[in-house]
């Protein structure tokens, strides 16, 4: 019985084992623990969210899992309960796994300490985004036929984004080279992060199998570092021409929801490059065998 | 009477091996004296004896917020950290911002009797940041020491207009919390390597440095005394120097989890490290260490914050800054100036004292001297667990730490005296 909390400190054993399972149920298997009839999987969405959260829920429903949602919505989050009594009410209600995003960077540690529950982690803070880590991981996987040495370049507001954090924590782990691109308020120290960052994306592009594109989050004060959104996506946006300075090979990728014509235009998006189908494909797939194992053994 | 043999006693020649007397709330004698019948005969066995620490830097949060503490715990608590004298920050509710909530006060505290408590009062009228507070009339109640601690006065142009008012009413001084606001956000810990890991929005060196060189060049140009609040940074250390050696009228205090510990103590998000200003670099900590064995920090000063264990069992983002210090500051500070026993009661009691205006404490041991004395066992180890205070914040819980107060003396009565064997 184990929840995800965070791929950092994973061996690369376990990234694998992981990223198998999910391919063994992409390819029409069912998960290696079975069905797990009666149990509850419950959703708990601090922030908007509408693909991980379906994602998740229809995994769950495939494992046969009952489930539970609560979101800020119509909760009681309104009326002053804490997040801590939020987590010991669903867990008193018969929660078997949680599923939690939420702003708090320390929020889904908080939740297995406070309910003694696995916990999948669907994204806290800016810290981590686990499993959507996976699913571009697979999806790489899937495409190159292995990750090893794969150059990969995130473009974007890395300091402002769990997704790249996450990718940090663990891609390197699987081989993958990884190289920050961006204006410099959106780029991470590469002292701390042991990371390659560079300003300028064009002088990558000949270089790297994978484009990996950042959303700029409005929501989380991307645009007050930069004087213009239309200045950014002259600089780093990903357009037809630098398409064409690509490799035959090299891919495009995005976690979504993407800003059309800001970050990425709708050649890049739509075309036989874009993986972005792809990644969202395998949102299901990963998130069944995360959970299928955070449900294994004795409840 | 109260007769203390085989202390180390801080006289003002130096340190000495003697007994000392005490009658009322003076030192009647320093040497060997036969004591008097009934008098309490105490055993030092070789611990400091030096005058009671004072504190420039404690929140007793009375009135507004008894909850997490008031005059009474925070005594206790002061006392038991050897203390005999605190600055108490006017960030209540109401914020101590005119003569009669200063006087109320501090006169609630002498009620109480376990420590001479004085208050900051404001610097802008309701700590709003806009306008003066009324200095004439906390002035007249015995206020010296002005802040609007939590946050500093926020436009350059009123901090010049205070300043060059206070220059009329002598021993005024300023002290001010240096935290640029646009510049410190909304960050939960320092803007370093830790912060970066866990992607939480943090809090840059410069929101403090900032500050501190906007405030020395004030003072610079106005001639008022300013007090720098819990230094953090070493780049502020080096602006507080430069100034001092351009006769800049400049003061500074550190906190003992500033000299203890870094942001490498973050990792585990303890909502009981989070405080502001926030545990910075290991170079920075290393640059307080050494400033304030050098002198160019004056003093340590708790910082002491309480909140109930409730209101920090939360996310680490959503914790209120803060941690407790009066209980464990001596022991933290001693170890961080050496163990040495002249450094210690200058930077804990003397130095403090002349910055507060105080004229009964920080006061070496000699005959005639005020009561105010605290007994220290430099070399006990200890482990804290519990707490005077109402509140258990403590950066410490856990921690083994070197050097222990054994008992405290408050205008010549024992006003703690739980550390005596």
Not at chain 2, 391 to 414: D, H, P, Q, W
Request: aromatic residues 4%.
């Amino acid at each position: 019985m184990s929840g995800l909390l965070t791929l950092r400190g994973m061996s690369r054993e376990s990234l694998e084992a992981l990223l198998d399972s999910a391919q063994d149920l992409v390819s029409g298997s069912l998960p290696e623990g079975g069905i797990h009839g009666g149990a509850t999987v419950t959703t708990v969405f601090f922030e908007p969210s509408t693909r991980t959260r379906l994602s998740f829920e229809k995994a769950a429903h495939h494992l046969g899992a009952h489930v539970m949602s609560f979101g800020v919505g119509p909760s009681s989050t309104a009326k002053g309960e804490s997040f801590k009594d939020t987590i010991l009410t669903l867990a008193a209600m018969g929660t078997d796994v949680f599923v939690i995003r939420h702003w708090l960077a320390d929020a889904a540690e908080l939740a297995a300490t406070w309910s003694e529950r696995p916990v999948v982690n669907a994204g806290v803070g800016r810290r981590e985004h686990p499993t959507q880590t996976l699913i571009d991981a697979l999806t790489m996987r899937q495409r190159f036929g292995r990750l090893d040495g794969l150059r990969m370049a995130i473009v974007g507001d890395v300091s402002n984004s769990r997704v790249a954090r996450g990718h940090l924590a663990a891609l390197p782990t699987l081989g993958v080279e990884m190289t920050l691109v961006g204006p410099t308020p959106f780029l991470l120290d590469s002292d701390t992060w042991g990371v390659r960052t560079v300003t300028d994306l064009d002088a990558e592009l000949g270089d790297i199998d994978v484009v990996y594109l950042l959303r700029i989050q409005r929501e989380r004060g991307s645009s007050a570092d930069i004087p213009s959104n239309q200045g950014y996506a002259r600089r780093y946006g990903m357009n037809q021409e630098r398409l064409s300075m690509l490799k035959p090979t090299s891919v495009v990728m995005h976690p979504g929801p993407i800003n059309r014509g800001l970050e990425i235009d709708d050649v890049s998006a739509d075309g036989d490059r874009s993986m972005i189908l792809e990644q969202v494909a395998n949102g299901v797939p990963v998130r069944m065998a995360v959970l299928s194992r955070a449900l294994e053994g004795p409840r | 009477m109260i007769v203390i043999r085989n202390a180390r006693v801080l006289r003002s020649s130096g340190v000495e091996q003697s007994t000392v007397v005490i009658e009322g709330d003076t030192v009647l004698a320093v040497g060997d004296e036969p004591p008097a019948n009934g008098a309490r005969v105490v055993d030092a066995g070789g611990a400091w004896l030096g005058p009671g620490l004072v504190d420039l830097h404690v929140h007793f949060r009375e009135p507004g917020q008894t909850w997490k503490e008031d005059m009474e715990s925070g005594g206790r608590a002061a006392a038991a950290g050897g203390f005999t004298a605190a600055l108490a920050m006017p960030n209540t509710e109401p914020p101590i911002d005119g003569g009669e909530r200063a006087k109320a006060a501090m006169e609630r505290s002498q009620a109480i009797g376990m420590l001479d408590l004085r208050v900051a009062g404001c610097l802008t009228r309701g700590r709003a940041g806009t306008e003066m507070a009324d200095f004439d009339a906390m002035y007249e109640a015995g206020v010296r020491v002005f802040s609007d601690d939590g946050d500093a006065v926020p436009e350059a142009g009123l901090l010049r207009r205070i300043m060059a008012y206070l220059i009329d009413l002598p021993g005024a001084v300023v002290a001010e919390h240096p935290e640029d606001r646009s510049l410190a956000g909304n960050g939960h810990l320092h803007q370093g390597s830790v912060a970066a890991r866990h992607g939480i929005e943090s809090l840059p060196a410069l929101a403090e440095d900032v500050i501190v060189a906007r405030d020395l060049e004030i003072a610079r140009v106005t001639g008022v005394s300013l007090h720098v609040q819990h230094v953090s940074t070493s780049n502020a250390v080096e602006l507080i120097r430069r100034a001092r050696e351009r006769g800049v009228p400049v003061t500074a205090e550190v906190t003992p989890h500033h000299l203890a510990l870094d942001e490498s103590a973050l990792e585990g998000l303890d909502p009981n490290l989070k405080m502001y200003p926030p545990l910075r670099g290991a170079d920075d900590r290393a640059a307080l260490v050494e400033a304030l064995r050098g002198g160019l920090i004056d003093a340590v000063a708790t910082d002491h914050a309480p909140h109930t264990v409730a209101e920090k069992a939360v996310p680490f983002e959503e914790a209120p800054r803060g941690v407790i210090g009066l209980e464990t500051a001596a022991a933290v500070a001693s170890a961080a100036l050496g163990h040495d026993q002249a450094l210690f009661y200058d930077r804990l009691s003397a130095a403090p004292s002349r910055i507060a205006g105080l004229d009964r404490q920080g006061i070496a041991v000699e005959p005639g001297s005020p009561a105010n004395l605290m007994l220290f066992d430099p070399g006990a180890r200890w482990i804290p667990k519990s707490f005077a205070s109402k509140s258990e914040n403590s950066a410490f819980t856990g921690v083994e730490l070197t050097g222990k107060v054994m008992a405290t003396i408050y205008e010549g009565r024992i006003s703690y005296e739980g550390g005596l064997g």
